[in-house]
């Protein structure tokens, strides 16, 4: 049985099952998420491998090679036809054309099934999806369950990484209006105990972890590769629960009366659905999804005990984020540019300034060393790389507002993740391309002989399509010092 299967059986079942990594039902063999490639701007809908099985990663992965994809749909496996889509602009507008959010990398979060390869949602900043014309999800007061699988380890402390029941017009329309999953550090509003991330509930204007609006200590710091989160409510009770997604059962966090405020007794749930934003489109939170479901009705901590076992027995496993020639750490590299007007040119620095310039072995050691880099295990993860400079130890490569620069490591978790990149085949074959971890739709980019992390169209001039392929392909040799 699937985990919808175990909700049918225990009286509430779903009325939304998202997930780009499986079938959420025994019997789903229906599309499971869509891609669209840039090349072309075609689409590929990504079904099971088999009836209630994994999805087929190899047909995205043909589809989008030698190009760049973005999941553009998860399909509600429910039948209620509540598909998750591009979030629109809101109380909050968001980075992409009109106020709307960014669509995640296809490529972003990629894992293990019981060995099968799947991708999850990677959701940087500014991106986000939504179903503001959801059917058969809870309104008002009614009860609902909600479960997701997260990234215990991909979190910040934006607002706000949510997924579950939300405003339908995307605005803020007050205490009540909303009851979500949420993950993260954020501490605007309610805490759980140690630094975070939490799993708390949004209820609009309020992430809540118990009763208090402030501090509930039952809520712990949470922080497994694949967690496990559960909010459920109902008339004047409601419960946060949670757990290891690759072991072990699940433990209750809270159950108990409505917060200590006033707004959310009786709730006013508008039944939209959200993933990755806040009700409001505030976009500001980052995290990875890769299954979830909504019900009808407050589901039995039993139930919910079933459909953990169910995704332990997913075996969800991370496998390996690069591709690719090898790069091995500690080596040192020097990355030429491969774009017909720049093939004498090399990814270099002049201070913090990061550039293109050309370079040969009759240059000064100086520049030879401007031109290169260590390889270093990637600071965020380190199943990627962090590109240290050899003239200037301790200084790395990284992204500020898309733009890369060569900064000194000041060891915060901004910086890290900055500075994190996961390389692959180069798109125009030629070397490799350099995909940034924590905006997985952007690669380093020579634009204008300046480097850039950059997306394949988007709202800057260098995202532009043209050229991208070459732009962002770097034959990486020994370094030249
Ligand atoms: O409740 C927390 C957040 O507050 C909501 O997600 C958002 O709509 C508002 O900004």
């Keep these: 049985a699937g985990p919808c299967d175990i909700y049918a059986s225990g009286g509430t079942p779903c009325v939304a099952a998202h997930s780009t990594t499986r079938a959420l039902f025994n019997s789903f063999n229906g599309s499971l998420y869509q891609v669209r490639r840039a090349s072309d701007s075609a689409t590929l809908n990504i079904a099971p491998l088999s009836t209630g099985g994994v999805a087929n990663a190899a047909a995205q992965d043909s589809f989008c090679a030698h190009t760049t994809c973005v999941i553009t749909t998860i399909f509600d496996q429910s039948g209620h036809n509540n598909h998750l889509t591009q979030a629109p602009s809101g109380g909050v507008k968001g980075p992409g054309a009109n106020g709307s959010d960014n669509l995640a990398s296809a490529t972003g979060a990629p894992v293990t099934l019981n060995g099968h390869k799947a991708y999850g949602v990677f959701i940087p900043p500014g991106t986000g999806y939504r179903n503001n014309a959801a059917t058969g999800t809870a309104k008002g007061d009614a009860a609902q369950g909600m479960y997701a699988v ?184 020097s990355l030429r540019a491969t774009t ?74 901004q910086f890290h993740e900055d500075a994190t990149f996961c390389t692959q085949a180069g798109l125009n074959g030629q070397g490799n391309s350099v995909q940034s971890w924590s905006h997985p739709t952007r690669f380093f980019r020579h634009f204008n002989n300046q480097l850039f992390v950059a997306s394949n169209s988007g709202v800057h001039d260098f995202d532009a399509t043209a050229l991208f392929n070459d732009d962002v392909s770097f034959v990486v040799s020994s370094g030249f010092a």
């Design 150 to 333: 997260f990234d215990g380890t991909h979190f910040n402390g934006g607002c706000c990484f949510d997924y579950g029941n939300a405003e339908t017009n995307s605005h803020d329309t007050g205490a009540g209006h909303m009851e979500a999953i949420y993950f993260g550090n954020i501490n605007v509003w309610g805490t759980g105990s140690g630094s975070g991330p939490w799993i708390m509930a949004d209820m609009e204007n309020g992430l809540f972890s118990g009763v208090n609006v402030k501090q509930n200590t039952g809520d712990p710091t949470i922080t497994d590769r694949f967690l496990t989160a559960v909010v459920k409510g109902q008339p004047n009770n409601w419960a946060i629960r949670g757990g290891n997604a690759a072991s072990g059962s699940l433990s209750t966090f809270y159950n108990g009366p409505r917060p200590n405020a006033s707004g959310y007794n009786p709730m006013s749930k508008e039944g939209a659905i959200i993933l990755g934003i806040g009700g409001d489109n505030s976009n500001g939170a980052q995290g990875t999804f890769y299954e979830g479901v909504m019900t009808s009705g407050f589901p039995s901590d039993a139930t919910e005990n079933s459909v953990q076992a169910n995704i332990v027995a997913a075996k969800y496993a991370t496998t390996s984020m690069t591709s690719g020639p090898a790069m091995n750490v500690g080596s040192h590299v």
């Design 340 to 413: 017909a007007c720049c093939t004498d040119r090399f990814i270099s620095h002049q201070g913090e300034t990061v550039n293109t310039q050309v370079v040969s072995s009759s240059n000064t050691t100086t520049v030879k060393q401007q031109a290169s880099w260590v390889v270093r295990a990637g600071l965020a993860n380190s199943a990627c790389f962090s590109f240290e400079s050899v003239d200037t130890a301790g200084s790395f490569l990284r992204q500020s507002n898309f733009q890369l620069m060569l900064n000194a490591n000041d060891n915060s978790k």
